[in-house]
């Protein structure tokens, strides 16, 4: 209603409704560059994190060598990955939980929702988990007629906002205050909440915004007898998973409720308790740009008396086994979910997740979404300008570069682009062909060369992809003697 | 004294003279004697980078073949010389790559020297370009060889690590976001007032040239010169 708009603020239009996920990446890319308040958002909140990032990254001095040994710990893990899982399931069971295996989205989507509702529940809280929004368990568990609450603060944000998110570790990163606020009161105002709701006056300083979330949490926490969560590590010797979080929601999540579904990918898995050290020293720097994150759980099965009795894992392939079968690509699977490829990111930074339109967006998910699902994502390998920034930050050293350039090696071209490729190819392949080139490119340009440079390419190469060059760039033009000719009147 | 060849690189090759000669003068300046061997064309970073490995193979056997008898292969660029020390190995197996040299890194490690006996009267800012900075870890080895250099007044680029945008064909495939990147680019450039642009590699310099050519259109503060680096190293104005 008109007067409710009024008291509520303007109403918050979600970014993923504007930006076309199915479009190729060139395309929502345009749409989010169009975008100045998006934009601004996203400058101002990557930099501020790049900023934290490199300050306590910088404290360290055996910074790489604890890269070193992360990389070294998940390639020994990719390459025993069978018997660690096997391992795991042993010491999970072991101690009291029931594992479970989902070879895809939808098996593991069943297995959970089937717990949830064995455990006579129809609603859950949630821990933030990459792997339930890659499966898109909240969508399945809807259309069961369950319902999945979020209660990380950015992950609550979105789902109020109906919107997706846009950042795999802040979701909601698109977003500045005002526009979180809008949301806070347009979603949980009295009217629609009851007394607990947040009045229309809520203003938007963070700690009023947290303490509006923190009324709205409590009740969901207080009522829910079921949780789901993912993992950040799942260690095979002992059976125990690991959850790192800032806020205590999941915390609340993991020892409340009686029954606990916690989707886990199988790239999670870590061979001893000790190799936590390493990936807790490197991953709260990496991410949060803090030395240390304020929760850090771990739990191994099922303890009467103590946190949840039902405990279940589901151990989730959905790809991963196909990825690990690529020598190249598979160190994508030896991300932590930290996202500082995304902060340092040039694209990232300038057109947000959506653009990339699969949950793992920026230079990480360019590399893992087209080997998750093949021949969905052709187009996001080349979302890059291969500047590199991303494997420099890396925590386990992911040589994202190396493997852009080799998915784009594996993917189908374009007829046209192949065309072109094939007829330079075999110019510069044959010495007397290219200098022919050379002089003919002289010749042809000779009407620019007085100015100097070309605004507009002549017909018919304006008629190529090539033309897309002056759109926003002047063309030098090629000179009246080449270095080549120079050198053999010097050598005469 | 090694037997150095030159590799000038495609882009210079149809576009850009003087930094080539720039190369030579140096070197020669230094007492070493230069080789351009006429049958090089390109490294094959374009087809590799876009995806078209055999192609690029191709091409880097006629790398490997005109570049044989060299002790020591300088270029101009990082990214060409990243290009065969990176990806040479994987496309032909072949570690020619560790006789290549980007000029500073011959300049440094392999002459010993950081004063190239220039001088460069005027205002320049540098743009450490990623293939060089990252892929190649030249560091500040350009830079250095600039502070040695007579005259000269170095003043820092805002924002001076991000891509310029370029990317190779990233700048056709992805225009918009290109460009976005580009503008940025420019404009931190033009904000130092700097009379020269600097970086090590020519083709992200037509990148970020093109695009202060076409701010120059538009009302508002001229950029900077696009200079490559060895064209300062050169000079003795």
Redesign the interface.
Known sequence: MSTDAAANGPAVVPAASLIPADAP??KA??VA?GMPQLRSNLAHATGTIRAKRANVVGELDDWERLRDAAAAIKADVQRRLPELAVEFERNATAAGARVHWARDAREANEIAARIVREAGAEEVVKVKSMATQEIELNEHFEAEGLKAFETDLAELIVQLAEDKPSHILVPAIHYNRDEIRDIFVQKLSRQKMGGDGVATGLTNDPAALAEAARLHLRRRFLSATAAVSGANFAVAETGSLVVVESEGNGRMCLTMPETLVSIVGIEKLLPSFGDLEVFMQLLPRSSTGERMNPYTSVWTGAREGDGPRNVHIVLLDNGRTDVLADEVGRQALSCIRCSACLNVC??YE??GGHAYGHVYPGPIGAILAPQLEPGRHDDL?????????C??VCPVKIDI??VL?HL????P?PAG??AA??A??A???R?RL?RTA?RA?RFGSAPWRRKG?M?RLPWPVSKT??S??T??????V??Q????D???ERER | MPRVGLF?T?V??????ET??AV?RILERLGYDVD?P?????C?Q????????E?AA??AR?FEQVFADYDAIVTPSGSCAAMTR??YPHLTGTDIGRRVYELSEFLLDVAGTEDVGARFPHTVTYHPT??GT??LGLGDKPLRLLRAVEGITLVDLPAA???C???????????????????DKCRHAAGTGAEYLAAADNSCL??I???I??LD?QPGPRGPRPIHYAEILASRA
């Open positions: 990446f060139p890319a345009k560059l040039p694209v300038r057109t390998p080349y979302a890059s300008s291969l500047c590199g920034a494997y420099e570069p190396e350039v784009r090696q594996q993917g071209h682009e192949r490729m094939g330079a190819r110019v510069m392949a010495p290219w050379l490119a440079f605004r992809a090539l897309k060059w759109a926003s760039r002047d063309l030098p090629p000179p003697e080449h270095f080549r120079w050198w053999k | 000038i495609c210079n090759d149809a576009l850009y003279p080539p000669k030579v351009f006429a049958a090089q064309t390109c094959g374009m087809h590799a980078n876009s995806g078209y490995r192609d191709a091409l006629s990176d990806q990623c293939h990252r892929a690590d991000q891509c945008g370029f990317g190779g064909t990233f700048a056709l495939k992805n225009t918009e976001v290109s460009s976005a990147m580009l503008a037509t990148h040239g093109g695009g050519a076409r259109h």
